[in-house]
């Protein structure tokens, strides 16, 4: 059943229609994340370029370029658990890559990571610590669109240096 609905979960989340991409003038990460039962799976989007930096800044490489490979996808695994920090019913929860690509947006290459999250138990609170490539940019800003099911409920965080955490409640 857990497995069941965990597909159900992804495949809610990957079917609502991305939003358009503006050209890179600005440092920006763009999430998605959907909560049902004990899952919670989040899609995030990076540029490119500016992921391959925070990787590289991370595990303190002299360049980096991402590669659909399991080495890669464990670094970026490592770096997302340090700089997004889940909290699901006050438990801090360690992500799962499910999937991961490239694609070309306008003109800019982008990279997606598909990750889930599992309490264990139905998810009633969730906090989010969001510093991703906060490291790197003065002006990064950070979006989470969160909807859970199967309320509907739906709420849109935005993150910057000085506010980088919210935090959800959801009906029982």
């Known amino acids: 059943m857990k497995g069941l609905r965990t597909v159900a979960l992804l495949t809610a989340l990957l079917s609502v229609s991305s939003a358009s991409v503006t050209p890179h003038k600005f440092h920006a990460t763009y999430a998605r994340m959907a909560v049902e039962g004990g899952v ?10 500016d992921l391959e930096e925070a990787i590289a800044k991370h595990h ?7 590669s659909p490979e399991l080495e890669q996808d464990s670094m970026f695994v490592s770096y997302l658990n340090k ?3 889940i909290t699901l019913n006050d438990t801090l929860a360690t992500a799962s890559l499910a999937g991961s ?3 070309t947006v ?13 309490a264990g138990e139905v998810i009633h609170e969730l ?6 490539l906060f490291e790197l940019f003065d002006d990064q800003r950070n979006i989470l669109k969160l909807q859970h099911f199967p309320s509907a ?16 409640a959801f009906p029982s």
């Open 153 to 168: 409920k739906r709420e849109t965080f935005y993150f910057v240096s000085d506010s980088d955490h919210h935090e959800a």
């Open 60 to 66: 303190k490489l002299a360049g980096y370029s991402l």
């Open 127 to 132: 906090s989010v610590t969001n510093r991703l």
């Open 83 to 85: 700089t997004f920090k």
């Open 101 to 103: 690509g490239e694609e």
């Open 40 to 49: 919670a799976a989040c899609e995030i989007r990076f540029f490119k370029h």
């Open 106 to 118: 306008g003109h800019e290459e982008m990279w997606w990571y598909l990750v889930t999250y599992d």
